[in-house]
Structure formats: structure tokens, C-alpha cells
């Protein structure tokens, strides 16, 4: 077996069989390189003071295999230090238990300790399967319970006063208005956003198609306020001059013509926060959070906005329900004479 093969197998195949996105690859990338250094006592590494969250899967490749130019040195010397490949094979539960005390050593919140050790889980599930190790070390260890939080959403004032800031009379304030108009009008996230076609957007039928996690297809409605904004958009992006030069299959481009990243919509949308005086920390998925809020404010059954949402599980929707029933408590208190 070549070395770090094991590694790249399961980053690999997080990919192309289970068509996880680069940057949830990436992470468990950045966790498995954590857990690596801590088995071979790397505890600086292991302490999160390095920076793991470069490592990238490309071209097929891995960490591992130093496919990539911008994977953090210290990760790559430490999946590659001779050793560690049967220090993963030959792990116990109580190496994990050990390892999950050192990662509540590091004020870790106890939300990213359970997704790193959904990331252990998730390998360990695969190397049974492929026949690399014989028992599962974390089959007797329960994830750590963890608070639960409402996600943020906002009230339709402060959506109102963020969508009117883009100046559409630009062409690229017109593709900013259009961007937030059909990520609050579809509740789609930004990875869908920006991986949008022409070809998905029929005006007639008023829908698009999204292409979600896993590669599912979905069919979402859109707004006539969101409809009318990229037209406007698509007007202004016909008449440039350098129009042929653009991309000619992506819905949203940025300046050069090219499609846009989801890392240019947050920086967008951070412009357009300062803009409006609104707060910092309010996030692309914000926006989708209180599409699906407001649907279910506004009498949306809940399987309706699971499908618009593309949500695998019901039970991921239902934390919206939690949202809308504080909602309602908070409204009860300030009307109710003797709440």
C-alpha cells in the first residue's frame, strides 16, 4: 500500500462517490491531519496552532499526496511521516477518549469537538468497509450532547434596507441586488448560488434548478421581485461591451467575466452590511434562514420548506419550527395582558 493511500481513499472518495463539496472535503481533510499529529504526539500541530484548513483535495489528490499547491507544509509532513499509517490502522477507543480530553483542553466549543468526531466516525465507518481495520474504535463513544442554537434570521425591515443597497443602475450593482433578491427569494445556498447556469433559469415558469448537495436536483420558485432583477441584470450584462467574452453557461460573473465565487458573494455582502449599517456577522446563509423563517411564519407546511430547502431530513427543518415557536412566545409575551 503506498503511503497515505488510506487517507487519500477516504478524501477521494468523499468526492467523487459521495460528491461532498470542496470545502466540506477540506475539512475533514484539516481533522484527520489534527488527529494524526496527536497520534504521532505532535501536540503543537494537534493543538489547532497550525493551520490545517488549507489543505486541499484536487485533481483526485489529497492532502496526503501534496497534490496541491496550497496545502499548509506542516499538515503534509505530518500525513506523510513514516508510521502514521498503521498508527491509524492500530487505533483503540481509548486513544479516541484520550484525544477527545486533549480536544477539551483546547476551548474547542462543543459543537466543532462533535463534527471532528463525526469526521473520525465517518473514516473509521469507511475503513471498516474497505476491510483496513477490524473493529470500529468509536462504536461505544456517544457524541458529546450539545446546546442548541436558533439560527439567526432577519425581520423583513432590515431585509428590505440590505437588498435595496446594491445600486442596480451598474452592472455589477445590478448583479449584487439580483444575488440577494434570489437568495432570500429561494432560501438556495451560496454554493448553489454561484454554481447557477442560464440553462437553469426559466422566466416563463418562474423557477430554477438547483443542483444541491450530493448532486440532487431540486425545482425552486422564484419571486417576481427577484425575476425582475436579474433581468434588469442580464439587460446591463448584454449591453457590455465585453459581453462575448464573458462566461457564456454562468448566471452570475464577476468583473473579469468569470463565474463568481462563493468567497466574492460574502465579500459582497459584507460590503453591502457595512453600506447599510447592519451587523458584521450576518452571513450569505442568513439570508436562507430567514427565507425558510418567514415561510413558516407565513403558514408554509413544513414539508414544503424542506423540499425548497433541499434538506435530506425533516429533522434538519424542524430547528425553523423552534425559531417560529420563540418567535411567538416573544410576541405572546409583549401582547398578552397577563403574560
Known sequence: MKQQSLIDEFLNYLKFERHFSPHTAKCYAADLAQFCAYLMGDLNAA??????????????????????????????????EPGVQQKIRDVDTEQIKTFLSFLGTQSYSKSTVAR????????????????????HPLATIRTPKQEKRLPKFLEMEQISRLLSTPDDGSLLGSRDRAMLELLFSTGVRVSELVDLNFADLE??????????????QRTSPVGPTALAAIQKYL????????SATFDQSALFVNKHGQRLSTRSVRRKLDKYLSEAGMDPSISPHTLRHSFATHMLNNG??????????????????????????????QVYDEAHPRS
Open 47 to 80: 493543538a489547532g496552532r497550525q493551520n490545517f484548513t488549507n489543505l486541499t483535495v484536487a485533481g483526485g489528490r489529497s492532502a496526503a499526496s501534496g497534490g496541491a499547491s496550497d496545502i499548509d507544509s506542516h499538515a503534509v509532513a505530518v500525513l506523510a
Open 116 to 135: 471532528k468526531l463525526a469526521t473520525l466516525r465517518s473514516f473509521y465507518k469507511f475503513c471498516m468497509r474497505r476491510g483496513y481495520v477490524k473493529a
Open 203 to 216: 422566466f416563463e415558469a418562474q423557477v430554477i434548478r438547483v443542483r444541491g448537495k450530493g448532486k440532487k
Open 235 to 242: 439587460q446591463l450584462r448584454r449591453a457590455d461591451s465585453r
Open 300 to 329: 408554509a407546511d413544513l414539508r414544503s420548506v424542506q423540499e425548497l430547502l433541499g434538506h435530506q431530513s425533516i429533522s434538519t427543518t424542524q430547528i425553523y419550527t423552534h425559531l417560529t415557536n420563540a418567535r411567538l412566545k
